[in-house]
């Protein structure tokens, strides 16, 4: 066994094959040349102490290697801790440690230790563990409690990750081995992934493209879970040679301008049911309502931007939908606006409104890709988005506690166009990364939006005890402004 210990710290591509069973047809034998060349790189970056940073187009097989490379450091390099990290928990608990599991339920051989959801023991100072970025913001410092002459760290997701979090990590690698895997997107020229992508001297620096894998050049499915030639030239035709989302999302290259995160996670986090004060109050209720299969509807309803009152559901028609609305504004105490996505189905629900004859209660209609007022922003849709991130920052805006909802705010991206224009990425885009829509981050947007833009109910009574602070629960009001289109 040692032996072969010695021969897999210098091959682990072998380790693959012979201990986890990776195996597919010749000659690629279950990996692509750019998942051979991360594992070739293992060994190299050991013996020089280097980083590795992978620049990645989107599907290429980085989580898959990645989740190998925890049981491989553990049994070739232990005794050792692995620690695996990125921004969301979807991205640690779901896709990094669901390859983990895989690789444990597929292995040849019997792989060290006990495997538990986000951890491996083996011995108490032998062991790997995954969390998110968003858990060492919260607790600064935590990453210096890991204490070993061996230490890997795989994060995920590398572009999304605070320049802070990678100063924690840089502390715990100054043992015998320290090696930081960064694994992402390129789509920020910014920002501390960016700039080790073009630090070459001290990291090695991969890159793979969607147009280099054999399923692009073979156009069929060679390697599986690999992206495939349609999907390539769906986003050729969608985004252009030019646009940032081709270069860091096809390419793999660090596009010439960002692809940003709308709200940060600090600034999400700030939200989680923050209290806010106004001499004014602005109550009502906005809707997201579902199109098809497992996508949400979703209604938020509250007062000066505190969510007071939800449905999230899957199912009812838009009639039933718009019975819904009216029975959150009066769980709210009564709102003066309902704004409604009326795109699609859900100009069904606003049609209903309109026919129930609602008094004091106007009608939004919420049209996404109708005109901003503001001429930086490609469509009311990038509009509403930034002026919910204005809302946050000034301490206007407020979030239930749900993790869902925190989620797909933070994967919600934006980019400048080739006219200049502020743009909010597809949906399709979106999809692809979260698994699935953005509903309530959309809802909660489009309630924030309509809070903005509402007419007060009443201002505060100058003379009244009250300092009118809204938070868990308490009241609002909204009227339609140009953009959101009402009849």
Not at 342 to 355: F, K, Q, R, W
């Amino acid at each position: 066994m040692k032996d072969s210990i010695n021969f897999w710290r210098s091959n682990p591509e072998d380790y693959f094959h012979r201990v986890l069973g990776i195996e597919g047809e010749e000659p690629y034998n279950g990996m692509w040349d750019g998942q051979y060349a991360m594992l070739e790189s293992i060994p190299i970056c050991i013996d020089k102490h280097k980083n590795l940073v992978v620049a990645s187009g989107h599907s290429l097989g980085k989580d898959f290697i990645a989740g190998g490379l925890v049981p491989y450091f553990l049994q070739v390099w232990g005794p050792c801790i692995v620690i695996t990290t990125a921004p969301t928990g979807r991205q640690v608990e779901t896709v990094m440690w669901g390859e983990i599991e895989t690789r444990y339920k597929a292995a040849k051989a019997e792989l060290p230790g006990r495997l538990l959801t986000t951890r491996i023991d083996i011995e108490p100072n032998w062991y790997a563990l995954g969390f998110t970025t968003k858990e060492t913001g919260q607790m600064v410092g935590k990453f210096q409690g890991f204490h070993s002459p061996r230490v890997f760290v795989i994060a995920s997701e590398a572009q999304a990750i605070s320049d802070t979090t990678y100063e924690q990590i840089d502390a715990i690698l100054t043992g015998e081995i320290g090696l930081l895997i960064m694994i992402g997107n390129p789509l920020r020229s910014t920002g501390y992934f960016a700039r080790q992508i073009k630090n070459t001297k001290d990291n090695m620096v991969l890159h793979f493209s969607c147009l280099n894998t054999p399923n692009y050049k073979e156009n069929r499915q060679v390697i599986p879970g690999i992206c495939s030639r349609s999907w390539v030239e769906k986003k050729r035709e969608a985004w252009g040679p030019e646009d940032p989302r081709w270069f860091g999302r096809v390419l793999g290259q660090i596009p010439k301008t960002s692809i940003d995160s709308v709200f940060s996670i600090d600034l999400i986090e700030k939200m989680v049911e923050r209290q806010t004060r106004s001499t004014e109050v602005r109550r009502g209720l906005a809707a997201d309502v579902a199109r098809f299969g497992d996508d949400e509807t979703v209604i938020y309803g509250g007062t000066n931007g505190v969510v007071e009152a939800q449905e999230i559901y899957s199912g009812l028609s838009t009639t039933e939908t718009a019975a819904k609305s009216v029975m959150v504004n009066t769980r709210i105490r009564g709102g003066n606006f309902i704004a409604v996505d009326a795109d699609g189905v859900g100009s069904g629900t606003i049609d209903t409104l309109y026919d129930m004859n609602l008094p004091g209660i106007d009608l939004v209609e919420i049209h996404s890709q109708g005109k901003p007022i503001d001429n930086q922003f490609y469509n009311l849709k990038a509009e509403m988005w930034f002026a919910a991130k204005d809302r946050a920052e000034r301490g206007d805006a407020s979030i239930p506690n749900d993790e869902i909802l925190k989620e797909e705010l933070l994967e919600v991206k934006f980019f400048i166009n080739k006219k200049g224009k502020i743009q909010i990425e597809s949906k399709e885009d979106i999809k692809e990364r979260l698994g699935r829509s953005p509903d309530r981050a959309d809802a909660w947007v489009y309630f924030q939006w309509a809070t903005e833009n509402a007419s007060p109910i009443r201002k505060k009574d100058r003379w009244s005890d009250s300092d009118e602070v809204v938070g868990g629960n308490s009241g609002v009001s909204v009227g339609s402004k140009t953009g959101a289109m009402a009849r």
